[in-house]
């Protein structure tokens, strides 16, 4: 879900699609499109998303500007034709289809959203509610519309306002139909937050959504299993491990019920049980669900996915020093991975990773720096369709090996690599965050303390802007601290250290080894003070 939030997704058992632009006039109270999420032990990578503007969020290509629309649409007489509405936001999806462009469809989207809030204003009583909810819902629609063509563009930002609004028009207590569009807009809603590394809020609106589904299909239906499937996997991101285990077993029980004996849903819960079963230390257990999750991939024939359980089930074996039967695993997986995908491919290059790593904890370095090396070169001549998040995620744990067999500067290059490879990709400030940090370690570990002290303050502003507040949070602002001690920055340090002291107390609790380290870290620098 790891000791700092990091770059790819955990595996479901399908293939999703990114996140679109359509969204379809009815349909069930399932969850929606994927979103990215970051990694866990035992994860894989996620989709690419729209890539915004480093500064901005949004593209550089010429955008149609919401608000000189909505000046223009506030003072047209027309928009209070009943028939308009439906009309722009059947234009708006032909634009999209028709691949005319999300521009042109944002301007007929903006235009439709007004004309829809203008005629649920003529309708009593006003909204949420409305009179027989048919206006009320098509401005439901088309505020989800107009919020998604805003992802589409990379303007995350200014596609939660809609959103926030969308939830406030349909009343779940008046029938399915509303409970659909309220499901709907806190889901879209979550994942667009989430988007934007504002993962508490975006929990909380999973958290909503999955409320109003149990109310309307019950309990036990299957899609709220799903629905309960990806509320667990966003606990995983957020590292709120007992949640997302709750959940999880719900999710079992559900597919239990519903599906035949060792169904592929079950095996897609049984994986996700093992990744929260390995971040919590319990080993034992993250195998056995993965031995069952593996037999029932092998009874539908899902060879790729076998080999992926491999990889998770050699994580495990390494994890418990059982070296040798480690290896048998990733070899086994490398060999599918050659064969099916090519010996070019990035899953073959992550194994190569897995080995290398082994074979560092087992002190066998030149073996490590061969597999390092075998994975660095599928890296920097990545195939066709392979994602940045993917490459980062590599480059990532190849640097943590040089890091460990004192090759800073190489480690350094691999970190700053990644960095850039992520740089404009939404949702990852998290991600780039935790980089930072390992820069800012990195660098205060040889002394170069200027540098040590900017990649900590980066890192903490982007922890800031999405509103984090974790343990590792507080662990960053005492490394940061000890950054600004070194360049005799005091008054400063004194501030860093008194703000990890309350978030660590409040995390971990007065006891615990950070926290002990922020007091001492404190108490010396009041001494240096003269307080």
Do not use: W
Not at 22 to 39: E, G, I, Y
Not at 111 to 121: L, M
Not at 323 to 331: G, L, P, R
Not at 341 to 357: C, D, I, M, N
Request: negative net charge; glycine residues 6%.
């Amino acid at each position: 879900m790891p000791a700092m939030p990091g770059l790819v997704s955990v595996k479901t058992p399908s293939d999703t699609p990114p996140l679109r632009v359509a969204v379809p006039d009815t349909q069930p109270l399932s969850n929606p499109p994927r979103t990215p999420m970051k990694k866990t032990p035992s994860s894989t990578p996620s989709r690419s998303k729209p890539s915004p503007n480093r500064s901005t969020g949004k593209k550089d290509s010429p955008t149609v500007s919401s608000s000189t629309a909505a000046v223009i649409d506030v003072d047209d007489p027309s928009l209070d034709n009943p028939d308009l509405g439906p009309f722009l936001l059947k234009l708006a999806r032909d634009a999209i289809a028709s691949g005319e462009g999300p521009n042109k469809a944002l301007d007929y989207a903006i235009r439709a959203t007004k004309s829809f809030e203008r005629c649920c204003a003529a309708v009593a009583p006003p909204i949420p509610g409305g009179s027989d909810g048919g206006p009320v819902l098509d401005l439901a629609m088309s505020l989800h519309v107009l919020a998604a063509i805003y992802c589409s563009l990379g303007r995350f930002d200014e596609a939660v306002p809609p959103l926030e609004r969308a939830i406030q028009v349909p009343d779940p207590t008046r029938g399915p139909d509303h409970s659909l569009a309220a499901f709907s807009g806190h889901m879209q809603l979550g994942d667009t937050l989430s988007m934007l590394g504002q993962i508490d809020r975006s929990i909380a609106c999973y958290e909503e959504g999955l409320k109003i589904q149990i109310q309307t299909l019950g309990d036990t239906d299957p899609r709220v299993g799903e629905t309960c499937r990806y509320l667990a996997e966003a606990y995983v991101q957020a590292m709120q491990f007992n949640k997302a285990e709750e959940l999880c077993k719900k999710t079992l029980e559900i597919h239990r019920a519903h599906s035949e004996p060792a169904s592929l849903e079950e095996a897609a819960d049984r994986r996700l049980m093992a990744i929260i079963c390995e971040a919590k230390g319990d080993y034992e257990n993250a195998l056995e669900h993965l031995v069952l999750a593996s037999m029932a991939m092998i009874a539908s024939g899902q060879e790729s996915e076998v080999a992926s359980i491999d990889v998770s089930i050699g994580n495990i074996y390494m994890s418990l020093c059982r070296f040798d039967e480690a290896v048998f695993s990733y070899q086994k997986a490398l060999t599918v991975f050659k064969a099916s995908k090519g010996e070019t491919h990035p899953t073959v290059a992550s194994v190569f990773v897995r080995l290398a790593e082994l074979y560092h904890r087992t002190g066998k370095l030149r073996e490590s720096k061969s597999y390092c090396e075998n994975a660095l070169r599928i890296y920097n001549k990545p195939v066709p369709g392979t994602t940045v998040e993917e490459i980062a995620g590599g480059l990532t744990e190849i640097s943590a090996i040089y890091e460990s067999v004192d090759e800073p500067e190489e480690a350094l290059k691999l970190l700053q690599k990644s960095m850039k490879l992520l740089e404009d990709k939404p949702g990852q400030q998290s991600a780039i965050a935790g980089l930072e940090a390992r820069m800012g370690v990195m660098y205060y570990t040889v002394g170069r303390y200027e540098d040590a002290r900017n990649a900590f303050e980066s890192a903490v502003t982007k922890l800031r802007a999405a509103g984090e507040k974790s343990a590792f949070f507080g662990v960053v602002l005492n490394q940061m601290g000890l950054a600004c001690v070194q360049l005799f920055k005091i008054d400063e340090a004194g501030e860093l250290f008194e703000e990890a002291r309350g978030i660590l107390e409040q995390e971990r609790g007065p006891c615990d080894q950070d926290t002990l380290g922020v007091y001492s870290n404190l108490a010396a620098t009041y001494d240096a003070m003269g307080r």
